[in-house]
């Protein structure tokens, strides 16, 4: 069953040998993340960190820290109550492959199936845990005057030494489309700027980015809640690249098997999952941006200061019991990769439903996500790895997808050396590579312009006739099955 609180997640961690208590009080501003970059940094993403006295600027918090809780493959399937997130992929894939059932058999996998979705859709309740305490703040108290508990008293980390300041970095945040009332989860960092108002870093080409886009047309205040902790799968729908439109609390509720139960928030028009550690209520003002950074970045470097939206406070709600989850980003590998890494093994079903070809893929660590996708086909036919680079650079955020290499099927696409090998051996560069314009993750500092660039893509799988290869081409080394046997046999003596 689903985690009822991420206190009970943190407990599953611990229970199961990956979570480290770290007892001793520890500050927010800086150390924690020295900290946990060194974990994250050892073999298999180290261990979970629960900081249980964490301090703000030396002055003991009231919440423990919960950090690296998802940096792991194993901590992921934790995180998403299954033993692989392999399982998960599966039953997309047979959702996707439904058909009336011509067995018994069929019958149950389907009902199962169809039952697994109904847990898609949320109830509705009066009110949650999420509010067992409730501040609420006069929205005409200037940013200026500290009230009973605000954003100062949460134990907010500073990530990195030029940091603009202290960063929420595992933020749900919550927005409706004004015109359809489609609701949309994404995650955004932000930026505290003080006890009342932070920064909103939702990227252009994101879907908070259109619903305030339409919000600032109407020229009406825009209504946002961050959900902080509750069950991990609401963290991990919000990073998800779901479709715009594709709710990710209906995501939410098929990945946990439970239905999300949601609560009205106190002071906006806006429904969150009830068992969440902390809403931050409040609203974005039409027209009103800030500077936002320098921040320590995925990419591993620090992105430049720039405009962007302004979040105020209106309220802050949280269970008594709260613990505030977060993460760091930076140079690789480092916790989001394992979220992005499950989120490609989930959706791998759905890749491969728009290239039948399609036989594995993956982004690996060093490239930070858009940078770098190896993809692996069953080739039948001539610049069939032409079609695929394309078909990706146009579906979704892999439209960001810098460098794309594409590799025959027996080519193990999560051994990065094997790809390189097949990339450096396979390769007519002139030949073999293209290079087309596309939109570039907002993040990127290398495009001369930003959110625009330059994509490569590369075909290293082998040569069909068609592709302008004029001889034959040689065979890869394969030693025989016999003499595989043989050495098995003695080595094992
Ligand atoms: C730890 C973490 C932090 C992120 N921070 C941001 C951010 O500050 N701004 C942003 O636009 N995307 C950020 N992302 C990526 C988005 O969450 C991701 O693209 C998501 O799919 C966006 O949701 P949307 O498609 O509903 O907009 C972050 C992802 C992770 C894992």
């Given at each position: 069953m689903a985690y009822g609180s991420f206190r009970q997640f943190v407990e599953a961690l611990d229970q199961a040998g990956e979570l480290t208590r770290i007892t001793v009080p520890v500050e927010t501003d800086l150390v924690i993340s020295e900290w946990a970059n060194r974990e994250m940094k050892s073999p298999e993403g180290g261990k979970a960190l629960l900081f249980e006295k964490p301090t703000v600027d030396g002055k003991p918090s009231q919440f423990p820290v919960a950090i690296n809780t998802m940096g792991s493959r194993r901590r992921m399937a934790i995180a998403l109550k299954l033993n692989s997130v392999e399982d998960l992929a599966q039953e997309i894939q047979l959702i996707?492959?439904?058909?009336?059932?011509?067995?018994?058999?069929?019958?149950?996998?389907?009902?199962?199936?169809?039952?697994?979705?109904?847990?898609?859709?949320?109830?509705?309740?009066?009110?949650?845990?999420?509010?067992?305490?409730?501040?609420?703040?006069?929205?005409?108290?200037?940013?200026?005057?500290?009230?009973?508990?605000?954003?100062?008293d949460l134990p907010i980390l500073k990530c990195w030494p030029k940091d603009g300041g202290r960063f929420v970095t595992l933020p749900n945040v919550h927005t409706r489309d004004p015109e359809t009332g489609a609701r949309n989860v994404g995650m955004y960092r932000m930026q505290v700027y003080d006890g009342?108002?932070?920064?909103?870093?939702?990227?252009?080409?994101?879907?908070?980015?259109?619903?305030?886009?339409?919000?600032?047309?109407?020229?009406?205040?825009?209504?946002?809640?961050?959900?902080l902790g509750g069950d991990p799968a609401y963290t991990f729908a919000a990073t998800a690249p779901l479709p715009d439109g594709l709710d990710e609390i209906l995501f939410a509720g098929f990945i946990r098997k439970k239905s999300v139960e949601l609560v009205p928030c106190?002071?906006?028009?806006?429904?969150?999952p009830g068992d969440v550690d902390f809403v931050l209520e409040g609203y974005v003002q039409p027209g009103e941006m800030r500077p936002e950074g320098p921040f320590g970045d995925h990419t591993g470097f620090y992105t430049a200061v720039e405009d962007y939206p302004v979040f105020h406070l209106a309220a802050i709600t949280h269970r008594r019991?709260?613990?505030?989850?977060?993460?760091?980003?930076?140079?690789?590998?480092?916790?989001?990769?394992?979220?992005?890494?499950?989120?490609?093994?989930?959706?791998?079903p759905v890749?491969?439903?728009?290239?039948?070809?399609?036989?594995?893929?993956?982004?690996?660590?060093?490239?930070?996500?858009?940078?770098?996708?190896?993809?692996?086909?069953r080739k039948q036919y001539p610049y069939q790895a032409f079609k695929v680079m394309h078909g990706l650079w146009g579906m979704g955020q892999m439209m960001f997808s810098?460098?794309?290499?594409?590799?025959?099927?027996?080519?193990?696409?999560?051994?990065?050396?094997?790809?390189?090998?097949?990339?450096?051996?396979?390769?007519?560069?002139?030949?073999?590579?293209?290079?087309?314009?596309?939109?570039?993750?907002?993040?990127?500092?290398?495009?001369?312009?930003?959110n625009i660039g330059s994509h490569m893509g590369f075909d290293a799988t082998r040569k069909l006739p068609g592709e302008n290869y004029h001889r034959s081409w040689p065979e890869l080394l394969k030693m025989t099955d016999e003499a595989q046997a043989i050495v098995d046999a003695l080595r094992k003596r």
């Open positions: 996707l492959k439904a058909k009336p059932p011509t067995d018994l058999r069929e019958g149950w996998s389907l009902l199962k199936q169809g039952l697994n979705l109904l847990h898609a859709r949320p109830k509705h309740a009066k009110e949650g845990a999420c509010q067992e305490v409730v501040h609420t703040f006069d929205p005409n108290q200037t940013s200026n005057l500290k009230p009973q508990t605000s954003l100062s009342l108002t932070t920064g909103m870093h939702w990227q252009v080409h994101k879907v908070g980015a259109r619903h305030g886009k339409r919000y600032y047309e109407r020229g009406e205040r825009m209504p946002v809640a961050i959900c106190k002071t906006i028009d806006l429904e969150v019991d709260a613990i505030y989850p977060t993460t760091i980003v930076g140079i690789p590998p480092m916790e989001d990769f394992y979220m992005g890494d499950a989120t490609v093994r989930i959706f791998l890749f491969k439903m728009n290239f039948p070809e399609l036989v594995d893929m993956t982004l690996p660590p060093e490239g930070v996500f858009h940078n770098l996708v190896f993809v692996s086909i810098k460098y794309i290499v594409v590799v025959d099927e027996d080519c193990d696409v999560h051994n990065t050396s094997e790809v390189l090998f097949r990339l450096c051996a396979n390769t007519d560069p002139e030949r073999d590579s293209t290079i087309i314009r596309n939109p570039s993750d907002s993040l990127d500092h290398a495009p001369t312009s930003q």
